[in-house]
């Protein structure tokens, strides 16, 4: 009998798993890594103090003293590896929940669970003042998980799910935003100086003490949730149909949620609510990549977004650094903008 | 304690006894946020049959077949798989014994047709083994038999109603259970492609298979099923061999339809006819 034909080339993987790998999507996948490494070692390189490729490798390989270990691993490398997997966190939680909402504008940037977690941290940072990373970070998750509780729970009421989620979500986001700046404008500490710098999205000035944790944290979940990957197909089909192929749907919805949540809530908790990378990675990667049932292309994408975008932050503007938010939140715009016009043409079609 | 009750059911109402029957309820209540549809309904479906359900809109059958297969968690009552409570058995083993082409499911966007029916693989499928040339070959012959080989590399949101109707059927089928609930197969599909839909269910039927469809086709379901259920109002007015059960009466009776039966030129099964009311004087 011929091979089936899938509408894609594929080949099928025997090792680490057995799978069937579409072609194009894996090579488009390098293709993005190779940018995450050509954009990772420009980052290294370049910059008030230009260093030679050669020297900022054998600086992270323990190779190098003084001025030049401390920028190019306290300073640039923290920032680099941030950038990297706090965007594949980001791209990964934008994947899951717009194919849990079953819409392109579910991701956590929009439906509100940035802020949230941004109010989160808020809450905890000038609550308490100064206080420990991992205080921050738990106020984060806190605070992202609470708004993932309150949206649901307006939008389930009536059973029709994916759009009245978002738009329940919207409000809420909205909402929290004038919390959050109304935080920040009530205390005028040094705290609410530098999380006001903060409140758009920076990398600026982030160092290992909260990467390090963070980025393990981040890494750990990216995982669960590859692990998650079957389940989140299986509901794409319906509850009905999911169920009927065995998947426990409460239990994986609920371990995809929280994932999620937790994946954008600690990279907000170091580097405050960057927009955009959740809503137009996973959309872009798959625009590029095709459908696939993988979340990797949406991680690369992710990665390969926030790094190009606090590359250009860093030297945009001469003389000053932007924070990465402001970046990502002119192409979110830009993005965005065109994602509503795209829909609404759509839906005229339909 | 499931032998006792058993017995309940033999002394209660004279309702048959199926003892190898693979799946059957008892005393079931279902209802939607209260509202009950389904009230001490029993049943069982009969070992090795093709059993259709008829009835008429909303009178409960998707909601009959969601219990049975254990998407909605019935308030009261107990079902039995293969001689095992629902209730207690893992999702998983479950999606291995009984197959369910439910009434809406949604195709993701993006999806191609061999990718949707190679979804039914998932229960026997694990983490490590996503992929076999077993899985391969199972969606090659689902496909096959569906008719809907070519449309393999197509996207299914560009299909046609019918050929995407053939293509979920595949994905049941790709499931490979002993097992097959379908609800409304036949819905969206031309008449030609009807009759070779229900003569593929009769025929995985004579090669072991145990079938519940619901139909809304009487003549299908009178021509094809081995056992017919007509419901009505959350209950089941009668049940048995369509040619001993489908009467004037009971058309009358559960749609409201003023009929006469004939005989089946082709299979003498019964024929309905619906009279209609400008025909009625
Ligand atoms: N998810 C739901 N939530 C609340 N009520 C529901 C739900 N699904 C069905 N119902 C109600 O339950 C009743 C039975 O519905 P069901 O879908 O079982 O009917 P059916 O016999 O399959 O009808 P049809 O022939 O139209 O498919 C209807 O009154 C319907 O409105
Ligand atoms: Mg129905």
Partial sequence: MQPIQFGRREIVLTWPVKCRVGVRAAAITLVMLGGVLVLAAMSLVYGTMQVRLIDAVGAIFGQAEGMTRTVVVEWRLSRVVAAIVFGAGLGVSGAIFQSLTKNPLGSPDIIGFSSGAYTGALLVLLGTGAVSFAMVATGAIAGGLATAVIVYALAFRGGSKGFRLIIAGIALSAMLSSLNAMLLLRSDS???????????GSL???????VAPASIVTLVLLLLSGLQTRALREIELGDDAAKAHGV?????????IATAVVLTAVPTSVMGPVTFVALAAPQIARRLAGSSRSLIPAAVMGALLLLASDFLAQRAVKGTILPVGVVTLSLGGVYLVWLLFSQARKRQHD | MINTECQDERHQKGHMHLPNSPLWAHHLTVSYDKRKIIQELSVQI???????????????????LRALSGLLKP?????????????????KEIARKLGLLPQSAIAPEGITAADLVARGRYPHQSLFRQWSETDEQIVANAMEATGTRELSHRLVEELSGGQRQRVWVAMALAQQTPLLLLDEPTTYLDIAHQIELMELFAELNKQGNTLVAVLHDLNHAARYATHLIAMKDGHIVAQGRPGDIVTEQLVEEVFDLPCKIIEDPVTKTPLIVPIGKRNSQ
């Avoid at chain 2, 070992?47 to 409960?60: D, E, M, Q, R």
Wanted: overall charge positive; proline content about 3%.
């Fill in chain 1, 190 to 200: 040094d705290a609410a100086f530098s999380a006001a710098a903060w409140g758009i």
């Fill in chain 1, 204 to 210: 600026n000035g982030v160092s290992w003490l909260h």
């Fill in chain 1, 248 to 256: 426990s749907i409460e239990r994986s919805r609920f371990l995809l």
């Fill in chain 2, 46 to 64: 009969p070992h090795n049959s093709f059993t259709v359900i008829i009835g008429p809109n909303a009178c409960g059958k998707s909601t009959l």
């Fill in chain 2, 75 to 91: 308030e009261l009552g107990h079902i039995v798989l293969d001689g095992k409570a629902l209730a207690a058995s893992k999702s």
